[in-house]
C-alpha cells in the first residue's frame, strides 16, 4: 500500500523519559512535516524537509530532534518528556513546486503521545 | 505571517441538507494554494478539496464545492446532501510559497439524523 506510516500509533510514557517516533512515506515525495495536534484538535507544524535538508523549524524546545536519514523517512526523538507533550503528533509529506498534485499533504495516522 | 481563521467552532446540519463552513485567511501573497482537510473519529486526516489561488474557477469535488473569493481573502466549503458519514471536524488551510502549511482550529461538524 503507498502510503505514510508513522509507529508506534500509541505510546505511553514517564516524564522524563526519552522516545522516538518514526515515519516513513513510500509516495515518492521529496518534503516531510511533523505537525503537533493539542486537545483542542488545533494542529501546529513544528519541523518540515525537503530532500533530507531541514526547511521549516518553529517554535519547538530543543528536546524535540527531528532526524531525516533519507527523503522517505522523518523520525522524531523526544528527550526528557513533559506533560505538556501529551498530544498526537502527525507525520505528514508532500511534492514541493507547482506539478498537477503537488502540494496536497498527504497524512500518517497519527502517534498518541501520553506523558503521564 | 500568514494566518487562517475558522469562526464556527460547532455547526450542525440536517442530513440531506446543505452547510457551509467559513474560513477566512491573512497573506500578503498573491500565489498559494488553499486546502479543506477532514478528520473524522478515527484521527485520519483526509483532504477534502483543494484551491489554487491563481484559478478563478471554484473547486468542486462531488457534493464538496469552495465559494473562493481572493480580494476578500475568504475560503468557504459547502457540503451538499448532507450524509452522517461527513461528521467530522474540518480543517482550512493555507500553503505558502515556502511548502508552509498553516491549519486554521477547525469546525466540528454534526449530522443529524
Known amino acids: 500500500d503507498t502510503a505514510v506510516s508513522q509507529t508506534p500509533k500509541y505510546l505511553v510514557t514517564q516524564m522524563g523519559n526519552d522516545k522516538s517516533i518514526k515515519c516513513e512515506q513510500n509516495?515518492?515525495?521529496?518534503?516531510m512535516y511533523w505537525y503537533k495536534q493539542d486537545s483542542k484538535k488545533f494542529l501546529k507544524i513544528m519541523f518540515s524537509?525537503?530532500?533530507?535538508?531541514?526547511?521549516i523549524n518553529e517554535t519547538v524546545p530543543n528536546r524535540f530532534s527531528p532526524k531525516s536519514p533519507d527523503k522517505a523517512h522523518l523520525n522524531l526523538h523526544i528527550n526528557s518528556l513533559e506533560l505538556g507533550d501529551s498530544a498526537v503528533y502527525f507525520c505528514?509529506?508532500?511534492?514541493?513546486?507547482?506539478?498537477?498534485?503537488?502540494?496536497?499533504?498527504?497524512f500518517g495516522a497519527g502517534s498518541r503521545l501520553t506523558v503521564l | 505571517a500568514q494566518t487562517v481563521t475558522q469562526s464556527q467552532p460547532e455547526m450542525s446540519v440536517q442530513e440531506a441538507e446543505t452547510v457551509t463552513l467559513s474560513c477566512t485567511y491573512d497573506?500578503?501573497?498573491?500565489?498559494?494554494?488553499l486546502f479543506w482537510y477532514k478528520q473524522p473519529p478515527s484521527r485520519q486526516m483526509i483532504l477534502v478539496i483543494r484551491?489554487?489561488?491563481?484559478?478563478?474557477q471554484n473547486a468542486t469535488e462531488n457534493r464538496f464545492s469552495v465559494n473562493f473569493q481572493k480580494a476578500a481573502k475568504s475560503f468557504s466549503l459547502k457540503i451538499s446532501d448532507s450524509q452522517l458519514g461527513d461528521a467530522a471536524m474540518y480543517f482550512c488551510?493555507?500553503?505558502?510559497?515556502?511548502?508552509?502549511?498553516?491549519f486554521g482550529k477547525g469546525t466540528r461538524l454534526h449530522i443529524l439524523p
Open positions: 505528514a509529506s508532500s511534492f514541493s513546486g507547482g506539478a498537477v498534485g503537488a502540494n496536497v499533504l498527504t
Open positions: 509516495l515518492g515525495h521529496d518534503t
Open positions: 524537509y525537503n530532500n533530507k535538508e531541514l526547511i
Open positions: 497573506t500578503s501573497e498573491s500565489d498559494y494554494y
Open positions: 484551491q489554487e489561488a491563481y484559478k478563478q
Open positions: 488551510a493555507y500553503r505558502n510559497r515556502d511548502d508552509k502549511i498553516i
